[in-house]
């Protein structure tokens, strides 16, 4: 159990245009996801905290006008990013908390590659 | 079968003691392999990659295993401030990264 997936897993678009993202928990619920960017050197910064039926949280510095998060059910939150620029090519990586009464674990997708030519 | 498997812990150690971890995967095609840390509902961090070889990072050991298909990290004199969970992440050729759920480790004083 408790597997997080994330769709498309690579995608490459043109300058300008927008891109969505999908994370899903398949077999659990999920009221917390949050939203990485992965840099060079594997090194992870937390983009946003998406709460479900709730206007997501934004880390400083990003745009959230730029990157859009929808947390819509208890299993997809969606991630677009908007007039997308080279830049902004990335791996982006989400992840579900499940939370117990002992422990809250956190569960990775395995990532989307963004190439914006 | 999950295709990163780690021991969700916790583990509760003792301050000073040596703490080892190992995460298993299930695909033979992976490709690179690495340790995270993440503390509670923050960022993981990079931790250390994992060479065939293996490799030693001050109190960190990180080994591989190819042939049995498991990684393991050990933690000699752990402190305090080791208490966090740690994350086995696989890296596929088509680079996808596989997480596995991480092991919560707990030093005591």
């Known amino acids: 159990g408790a597997v997080v997936s994330q769709h498309p897993s690579w995608v490459i678009c043109k300058s300008g245009t927008s891109v969505k993202i999908e994370c899903r928990s398949l077999?659990?619920?999920?009221?917390?996801m949050f939203w990485y960017r992965q840099f060079p050197k594997q090194s992870l910064m937390l983009m946003a905290t998406s709460n479900e039926g709730s206007k997501a949280t934004y880390e400083q510095g990003v745009e959230k006008d730029k990157f859009l998060i929808n947390h819509a059910s208890l299993t997809l939150s969606t991630l677009t990013v908007t007039s997308a620029h080279p830049e902004d090519s990335s791996f982006y990586i989400c992840?579900?908390?499940?939370?117990?009464?002992?422990?809250?674990?956190?569960?990775f997708g395995p990532g989307t590659r963004l190439t914006v030519l | 079968r999950k295709e990163v498997e780690q021991d969700p812990g916790p583990f509760n150690v003792p301050e000073g003691a040596t703490v080892a971890f190992n995460c298993t995967y299930s695909?033979?095609?992976?490709?690179?392999f690495f340790w995270y840390r993440q503390d509670c509902r923050k960022e993981p961090k990079l931790l250390m990659s994992v060479y065939s070889s293996g490799n030693e990072d001050g109190r960190f050991t990180a080994q591989l295993n190819r042939a049995s298909q498991y990684i393991s990290l050990l933690i000699r004199d752990s402190k305090l401030s080791d208490s966090a969970t740690y994350l086995c992440?696989?890296?596929?050729?088509?680079?996808?990264?596989?997480w596995g759920a991480g092991t919560k480790l707990i030093i005591k004083p």
């Open positions: 077999d659990f619920q999920a009221t917390t």
């Open positions: 992440v696989v890296l596929y050729s088509n680079y996808q990264l596989i």
């Open positions: 695909n033979s095609a992976s490709q690179s």
């Open positions: 992840s579900a908390e499940l939370g117990t009464s002992y422990t809250d674990t956190q569960y």
